[in-house]
């Protein structure tokens, strides 16, 4: 069973920095496409930066500039490292991944964290 576990949420000043982690653990064969996502309360969510499956980075405009995404394939975990934090970066972050499975190699699936608050405020 395949889990995605991010951790590194919290309070933060306007100004200040957090750094987010994803691990995704299980029966996992391929990882094609692995990022971050955020949903704002009363609006959609919405990618903040991500792996493609060709290893470039994808960036939410809002953010390109403040926040790097960056990988450790090794243990399959990706992370944000999120600066000049402003109160508009306050949602709940999803970390996301499209993987195929080791009982499955020739498909491929959608898989969501549980999210993990960032509340940006004085």
């Known amino acids: 069973q395949v889990q995605l576990v991010e951790s590194g949420g919290g309070l933060v000043q306007p100004g200040g920095s957090l750094r987010l982690s994803c691990a995704a653990s299980?029966?996992?064969?391929?990882?094609?496409?692995m990022g971050w996502y955020r949903q704002a309360p009363g609006k959609q969510r919405e990618l903040v930066a991500a792996?493609?499956?060709?290893?470039?980075?994808n960036y939410a405009d809002s953010v390109k500039g403040r926040f790097a995404i960056s990988r450790d394939n090794a243990k399959n975990t990706v992370y944000l490292q999120m600066n000049s934090l402003k109160p508009e970066d306050t949602a709940v972050y999803y970390c996301n991944a499209v993987l195929s499975e080791l009982s499955n190699m020739g498909n491929y699936k959608n898989f969501w964290g549980q999210g993990t608050q960032v509340t940006v405020s004085s």
């Open positions: 792996f493609t499956s060709g290893g470039i980075t």
């Open positions: 299980g029966s996992i064969f391929k990882i094609y496409t």
